[in-house]
């Protein structure tokens, strides 16, 4: 397989790891929005952190099982759109429940993000430069942190809390719709190549 081709399927995976660890700490920075919002005090609003960190964990076993019937490309296309659903729900919740149901739902899809853009690097890349691209795409991958703190901080204080959220979950969709278009044309391309 060409280059280029092997290029766009990984870095559709290292954009929707990015996009997943955006979604993952998004709610890291908007604490104080949420207390105005939920009308609720700090020790209720850790339970948006928990659940969403229980399911991440509960998930692992789960994750990587499905992992080996449903492949990677699916898999981080099922992990972006559930991440997506689970900050537009953080989005549209004016009562703390909804928020955690939210949260939960994003970190069930946020557990098949990162497993499955590792098992793609070892897919695609043999030897001691898989590990280097593991390492490098994972750094990437963090830098949704960074997007969280400062561009998503900025959103959410200049816009509120509905259009902030609403913004991570459509990247989250972005990230899916780009992985299923990529992994759609690599599909087509490989069975064109197989009738020739």
């Not at 069930?108 to 695609?124: C, E, K, P, Q, T």
């Not at 509905?162 to 979950?169: K, M, N, R």
């Amino acid at each position: 397989m060409s280059k280029p081709r092997v290029g766009l399927i990984l870095g559709s995976a290292v954009f929707a790891y990015f996009v997943s660890v955006i979604e993952r700490s998004s709610m890291g920075v908007a604490s104080l929005a949420a207390t105005s919002r939920f009308d609720t005090g700090a020790a209720a609003l850790s339970s948006l952190a928990a659940a969403q960190l229980a399911v991440y964990a509960a998930m692992q076993i789960p994750a990587g099982m499905a992992l080996d019937r449903f492949g990677a490309r699916k898999l981080i296309v099922f992990g972006s759109l559930l991440t997506g659903i689970g900050n537009l729900t953080v989005a549209m919740a004016v009562q703390l429940p909804l928020a955690i149901l939210g949260r939960m739902i994003v970190g069930f899809g946020d557990a098949f993000v990162f497993i499955s853009m590792i098992r793609l690097i070892n897919g695609w890349v043999s030897g001691p430069k898989a590990t280097r691209f593991t390492q490098l795409f994972a750094n990437l991958g963090q830098l949704g942190q960074i997007f969280s703190a400062i561009p998503f901080a900025y959103l959410l204080g200049a816009a509120g809390w509905a259009p902030a959220f609403g913004v991570a979950s459509s990247l989250a969709f972005i990230a899916a719709a780009t992985s299923f278009f990529i992994n759609r044309l690599h599909f087509i391309y490989y069975n064109w190549l197989c009738r020739l």
